[in-house]
């Protein structure tokens, strides 16, 4: 019997498989822009606050007399849940159900009105690990482009899913002008900011998103923050502290405008507002030098 040593650069590479049944991959058309609304995208880790943060900054910005749309990017499709009071059905759903020929489609049929008049979508995504989640955002985008919903916003918010993993949850980057980052005052979630500050530093060498700063969240010190921040270059723009009632707006499906008067909650409501006025009037782009996973460890973690 003959033994035969073959080296990476002889095996014969023929036409790859597909990847599995279904599949869809991100083909983002680059023409796509979304026009002259201010567009803002929301990053964090998993679990940290970024629904509660999109919906109340969405409210916030239509007390401020604007035309809002949310976008959940998430397959939970649970972004809007407290402006509409209930789970939406997703546009993947829905273009599903007319064998994704998005011409049957009414505008109706995937946007709902929520408070104080914010439209809200839910993009929803593939079937797990069939999929790219950039292929949702992309198919949201071109829906509302063709229902002329984009010329009539002011504001877009788009509410994007856990630590950027892949190409795929970076999509919104494409249409953002700012992202911005929440985070709470522990490493987790500092070193899941400090992937998304990559992942926008990638993004922006070919698109006009920019760094619009870090809203801190369940935080009622911000001394890690602080540290991180100021390593990086990267500023503060809001902080909301651990407080109940944040927490019972969610079991109550309710944004923390429609709650009951007290206040701690006149507090955080007013944060909101300030941090909506803020953006409104436009803030500097924040031009930040992310650090080495390892280096992290060293900045953040246990003497």
């Not at 892949?166 to 709470?184: S, Y």
């Not at 698109?207 to 990086?232: H, M, P």
Request: hydrophobic share 40%; with cysteine; aromatic share 6%.
């Amino acid at each position: 019997m003959t033994t035969t040593t073959i080296s990476p650069g002889q095996i014969r590479r023929g036409p790859r498989p597909p990847d599995g049944e279904g599949s869809v991959q991100v083909q983002l058309d680059p023409a796509l822009k979304i026009g002259t609304a201010k567009v803002f995208a929301i990053y964090g880790k998993g679990g940290i606050g970024k629904s509660t943060t999109s919906s109340n900054l969405s409210v916030a910005f239509s007390k401020l007399g604007k035309r809002v749309l949310q976008i959940g990017c998430d397959p939970k499709h649970d972004s809007t849940f407290t402006l509409t009071k209930k789970m939406m059905p997703t546009v993947i759903d829905v273009l599903e159900t007319v064998d994704f020929h998005a011409e049957e489609l009414r505008v109706e049929d995937f946007v709902y009105p929520g408070y104080n008049g914010v439209m809200c979508v839910e993009a929803g995504g593939p079937p797990a690990g069939t999929g790219c989640g950039g292929y949702v955002v992309g198919q949201t985008v071109k829906l509302l482009k063709e229902h002329h919903l984009l010329e009539e916003t002011d504001v877009v918010i788009f509410d994007v899913l856990g630590d950027v993993v892949c190409g795929g949850f970076a999509a919104p980057l494409q249409h953002a002008d700012r992202a911005l980052i929440v985070t709470a005052n522990d490493f987790d979630s500092i070193f899941a900011m400090n992937r998304i500050v990559q992942a926008i530093g990638a993004k922006a060498k070919n698109y006009n998103v920019r760094l619009g700063g870090v809203i801190a969240n369940r935080s009622d010190a911000t001394d890690q923050i602080d540290k991180y921040n100021e390593r990086v270059g990267l500023k503060t723009m809001a902080r909301f502290p651990s407080l109940d009632v944040i927490r019972q707006s969610r079991l109550k499906k309710q944004t923390l405008f429609e709650m009951e008067p007290s206040p701690e909650l006149k507090a955080v409501q007013d944060e909101y507002m300030r941090l909506a006025a803020l953006l409104w009037a436009g803030v500097d782009p924040m031009l930040c030098d992310p650090m080495k996973d390892r280096d992290i460890f060293d900045l953040l973690g246990f003497d």
